[in-house]
């Protein structure tokens, strides 16, 4: 177990440090710089910005410097906006994403849960079917579509909630609809299929003869063993929330990082793109290991085999 | 299967009937063959059915609608702009007065170009590398596996976007993007074959009789594991779709005046309240497509692998 762990942070850990590298090559390989601008500054002030920014020094010791830095948790000054550390910004941001990313997953999975549930209990009767319409249009409609959707219908035609903003409770109801649709699909799915399978198993049957009653069954029994696939799931919900936040929040005109991240790539602002991949990578990677350690913990099977987790 | 005799209503419902040894070895239907199977198995699944008949209808009116179509997607015409959809535009005009029925079909070609050209590209790179990894196994196995689950840990979206910057915004941006991690779950799924399918019989007889190792991998066992290739394919259009829809809409992908799906979409959620055509169409034949190419995929893995079926 210790060296499974090892092993997946040690990857963790590697597939980081590659993927800072190749962002730092790649920011540096873009011709054009964001200092240039359309005004015509002397050789001397372009010279002197140059300096401040520490782009004078050779490419390899300016990465160096990148990775100390970074060390240190410092991700460096935004160029666009002025004397602005990217740390700041991130942080200033991060905390609307955050809110609205935690809302999304909760409700992921508790409503994905409760239909899939619904779907198995009911199998193959009206509310079966009735969750799989449910379920195919969360899997066919896009957040693209979905997100205007709810708001022409919603905000626009029915002012039910506002438009845009995340301003009191309700502003969430609609972002988190439209971040949760594919989720709540996906592991209705998923619970949907591991349920039938576990309620067709030996030790139901034996739960059931000895006369334990129907809701104690799906509490105690089947539910627990049928929640194994949506564990798993857990780390790439999260990585799909985050992606996923990048339209919603831009939609929903959030200020969150996902429309400064979308921002910062309009604007060439290096170090902003930089310390928003770096961050964003770490949630992620974070929250897949994490997922992978609680599979693990939950399915001593999976112990033995170094190999990546079914998704 | 069938019964050998017709059970007939005799006086004494509960004798039993008379047994006939001469026919019990009779072949009583042709035996069908794999593919056949799921054919059989794809052909009774009126979803999938239904996915598969939209496809057609969708890939149809994007190749020929534009032909025939008196409009194209990019001419102005600034006396008609925003109109609601009628008899001359059926799908109505945009701030600009081009023609939406045009651009949407314009733009299917676009969202199906991107979806198959990915797909592809990822099956070729995907059958090699896993085909590869799977067969040699061990070393070669262990090293490959490796640097698949490094890229693989990569966040996707940050690589698109980050090559995204890097290169120019345009269709090809798109594609490469996609597939730098796009085809690590064909290669993953390639290698499971090759690894089930190298120890059988075949696999051997074909090395006995002095194959090379890349005859035996792409001769004979790719060729057996096409069915999950398949789905695998199909699945990973819709996603590759979605994704240029998503690019295209955050400004970060195909860029004015050529129409995707995803670029229409931003354009009409901004005049959503006045003009919602312009919003609506985009919208409905982006997600039949997905809807489409999803329900396909799910018929088609069942198709193959009935066990599996959900």
Known sequence: MVRYVLNKFLFMLLSLFILITATFVLMNAVPGSPLQSEKATSPQIQKNLEAHYGLDKPLIVQYGIYLKKLAQFDLGISMKKKFQSVNKLIAGSFDNSLKLGLVSVATSVLAGCALGIIAALYHRKFLDNAALVVSVIGLAVPSVVMAPLLQYVFAVKIRAFEVAGLNGPMDYVLPTIALSAAPIAFIARLIRSSMLEVLNSDFIKTAKAKGLAGHMIVWRHALRNSMLPVVTYLGYLIANVITGSVVIEQIFAIPGIGKFFVQSVLDRDYPFIMGITIFYAILLMASRFLSDLAYALVDPRLRLQTGRVAK | ???????????????????????????????????????????????????????????????????????????????????????????????LGRDLFARTWKGAQISLFVGVAAALIDLVIGIVYGGIMGYYGGKVDEVMNRFAEILYSIPYLLVVILLLVFMEPSLTTIIVAMSITGWINMAWIVRGQMMQLKNQEFALASKALGASSMRIIFRHLVPNAMGPILVTLTLSVPSAIFTEAFLSFLGLGVQSPVASWGTMINDGVQSMSIYPWRLFFPALFLSLTIFAFNVFGDGLRDAFDPKLKK
């Open chain 2, 1 to 95: 299967m069938a019964d050998l005799e017709t059970p007939r209503a005799t006086a004494d419902p509960f004798a039993p009937l008379q047994r006939d040894p001469s026919g019990a070895e009779r072949i009583q239907r042709r035996s069908r063959t794999a593919w056949q199977d799921v054919r059989y198995r794809l052909t009774t699944n009126k979803l999938a059915m239904t996915g598969f008949w939209l496809l057609i209808l969708l890939v149809l009116m994007a190749f020929f609608a534009p032909l025939v179509w008196p409009f194209d997607h990019y001419t102005n015409d600034l006396q008609l702009n925003n109109q609601p959809p009628d008899s001359t535009h059926w799908f109505g005009t945009d701030d």
